[in-house]
């Protein structure tokens, strides 16, 4: 029997260590458009909080007041109903435009591309090319190497902690959040989400890139459910492009070795911010950025070959299909897809017009069910809050209906009134009183309608609630 053998363990890595992606610069009609979509949307990120609308900020999320500022309108929490139109708006135009054009929002509108092409940018401009930032990445550490990374990381946390600030800004009055940031006077709830905020861009922007977009975002893991064969999406023509040459094999005309139009340069790997070969077919971690097209199409037009070795293209156009772009469009998802967002959004805007300017709430005085004024007459008193949810001051009067004979008042018995002012995005706290004479029609108790209605602007609105008045029984 033979003598067992000695077995010496091995470790084995499960995990492969990422290494950091330097994406090589390019030009060409694709980058001059992710380049325009980055400068318009943080253009407005950080210039929106800054916009004044008459008196107040444009753009202001006021939590505490409850109320939500866009502009010209004034969103309360009882406008929930608008957010959740919202999000349904957002949900389908990620299927639409996922159905049309693959992951194109992750390529030149999503937040984390938007700011890490801000980032390697600024990384650029201090470290230089793709070659150089990988020579100073492996060189030693020197004086010029620490100077530039102190500049590199204070660009970074310097613009990080602008991204904070702003964000805080749509939440909180802008001029008044930045002073009291730099006078070190800013209280500790609003410091924490600009740190935060800050933290989480340098990290994500700064750090983490592409590997956001590879293992954190959920998108990527559930988008193929929105492709299908008709999608467009960023191709590699394998027919053409196959077998790669370069070099010395590619320039000898005397071999008999077919050649594809690649040149095996490598530009496509180079420049991708996920470092991914697109000549390895469609791969969850390409977001449709389109740099690898318009790196391939340079390199084509320097070799005297047609540009369009990679390009936009479907599945089906591979397969040899020759349907035509309006067909693309045309077929049934994205019919389907187009429908419902249409209908939505017209429905969001149609509910906008039709929104009220105001709002009113009311609850009887619980400690009587009704009083004798000193004429004799009945009263019943309630207690009103109008929200004025438009951009303008406004006067309101009261009515009752349901009640013949009745006649309805603002405030208590010594403050009467015919109307009440409540200013612009605020709510008034009133009462109202309703008298009806004894010698009147009524029942004991019975169902009324008091219609409230404003009395400035060319087109006031009026609202009807409902509420119950109670009277003695009748004298004999």
């Not at 929200?387 to 009640?403: A, E, P």
């Amino acid at each position: 029997m033979s003598s067992p053998i000695n077995k010496i363990p091995v470790e084995v890595s499960l995990y492969e260590k990422s290494e950091k992606v330097y994406p090589r610069e390019t030009a060409g009609r694709f980058q001059s458009l992710r380049s325009v979509s980055m400068y318009v949307l943080l253009g407005l990120y950080y210039f929106l909080p800054w916009v004044s609308w008459g008196e107040r900020q444009a753009v202001l999320f006021d939590l505490p007041a409850r109320k939500f500022h866009i502009f010209f309108l004034t969103f309360w929490p009882q406008d929930f109903f608008f957010l959740t139109l919202l999000l349904i708006l957002a949900g389908l135009s990620l299927f639409f435009f996922t159905a049309i054009a693959g992951r194109v929002w992750c390529g030149f509108a999503c937040p984390q591309t938007v700011w890490t092409e801000a980032f390697v940018r600024m990384e650029r401009w201090v470290e230089g090319s793709r070659a150089k930032q990988m020579k100073l990445s492996a060189a030693p550490w020197t004086f010029d190497k620490l100077v530039k990374r102190i500049t590199k990381q204070v660009l970074w946390i310097s613009f990080a902690l602008f991204t904070g600030l702003t964000f805080v800004g749509y939440f909180q009055p802008v001029k008044e959040l930045f002073p009291a940031f730099f006078s070190l006077d800013l209280g500790g709830w609003a410091l924490f989400w600009v740190v935060f905020y800050g933290f989480a861009t340098y990290g994500n922007a700064g750090f983490m890139r592409e590997q956001v977009c590879k293992y954190m975002c959920p998108y990527a893991r559930f988008q193929s459910a929105m492709f299908d064969k008709d999608t467009l999406i960023v191709a590699y023509d394998t027919q053409r492009g196959e077998p790669r040459s370069r070099g010395k094999r590619r320039n000898d005309n005397d071999s008999d070795a077919a050649k594809g139009d690649c040149v095996d340069c490598g530009i496509c790997v180079q420049v991708c911010p996920t470092g991914i070969d697109i000549r390895e077919g469609l791969q969850y971690e390409c977001i449709a950025c389109a740099a690898c097209i318009d790196g391939c199409d340079i390199v084509m037009e320097r070799v005297g070959l047609p540009t369009g070795l990679i390009k936009y293209s479907t599945q089906a156009q591979d397969l040899g299909s020759d349907q035509s772009l309006k067909q693309t469009l045309l077929r049934p998802r994205v019919l389907i897809y187009g429908t419902l967002l249409s209908m939505v959004f017209i429905g969001f805007i149609a509910a906008l017009a039709m929104r009220s300017g105001f709002q009113v709430d009311i609850l009887r005085d619980r400690n009587a069910l009704y009083r004798w004024s000193k004429s004799n007459d009945i009263e019943n008193s309630y207690q009103v809050r109008v929200m004025n949810k438009g951009q303008l001051d406004q006067r309101y009067s009261v009515t009752v209906l349901g009640l013949e004979g009745a006649s309805a008042k603002w405030g208590k018995p010594s403050e009467v009134g015919h109307s009440r002012v409540v200013k612009a995005g605020d709510i008034g706290e009133f009462n109202v009183i309703i008298t009806l004479a004894e010698t009147a029609n009524y029942k004991r108790s019975q169902d009324i309608e008091m219609r409230f209605s404003e009395t400035i602007g060319s087109s006031p609105n009026s609202i009807v609630e409902e509420s119950r008045f109670w009277a003695p029984a009748k004298r004999n």
